[in-house]
């Protein structure tokens, strides 16, 4: 990738519709390069350094590249626990509260995060989706608070 040339790489990603990752796509293969003799870093710090690199995406591979026990959230996955626990964030956007990530972490199975994080990823886009949820076909329908109508908002925050 450092020997693509960038407008290619914009070309390509622009089809996608995500314009600017083809010179991020550049930027973090220039880097992988010259500060880590060609090898994807393998710690949460060090990838989240790398350009157009957050959280969920140094999780990502961490989680299915290197087969580690952390959290992925999305906008699916929160969903998915805000309906399933009545979990919310005090903050105005949950993917950026620390207590949120720890709780999705506290819910992921030692050994088996790659099956977990697939899984609750698939039931956010799939089953428990943003508008017409379909909670009859839902795995979790019987501990789900929605489901049960047991919906009173929990903060993921322990001291609120």
């Known amino acids: 990738m450092p020997g693509a040339p960038e407008r290619d790489l914009r070309r390509e990603f622009r089809s996608l519709g995500i314009t600017d990752r083809g010179r991020l796509m550049k ?8 500060d880590f003799n060609g090898r994807m870093p393998a710690n949460a710090d060090a990838l ?4 157009g690199v957050g959280r ?4 990502a591979i ?3 590249g290197l087969r580690r026990d ?3 959230l999305d906008t699916n996955v929160i969903r998915v ?20 990530w720890e709780f999705a972490a506290y819910l992921v199975p030692r050994g088996k995060s790659v099956t977990y994080n697939r ?3 698939d039931l956010g886009a799939l089953v428990c989706t943003a508008r017409k ?22 903060s993921v925050h322990a001291n609120t």
């Open 27 to 34: 930027e973090l293969g220039n880097k992988i390069v010259t």
């Open 48 to 51: 989240s350094r790398l350009p």
């Open 56 to 59: 969920y995406t140094a999780n």
């Open 62 to 64: 961490l989680c299915f």
């Open 70 to 72: 952390v959290p992925l």
């Open 81 to 100: 626990l805000g309906r399933v626990f009545s979990a919310c964030s005090d903050r105005p956007r949950a993917r950026d509260d620390l207590a949120f």
């Open 119 to 121: 899984a609750i990823l």
């Open 133 to 154: 949820p379909k909670c009859p076909a839902c795995p979790l329908s019987g501990i789900c608070d929605v489901s049960t109508r047991a919906v009173r908002k929990r």
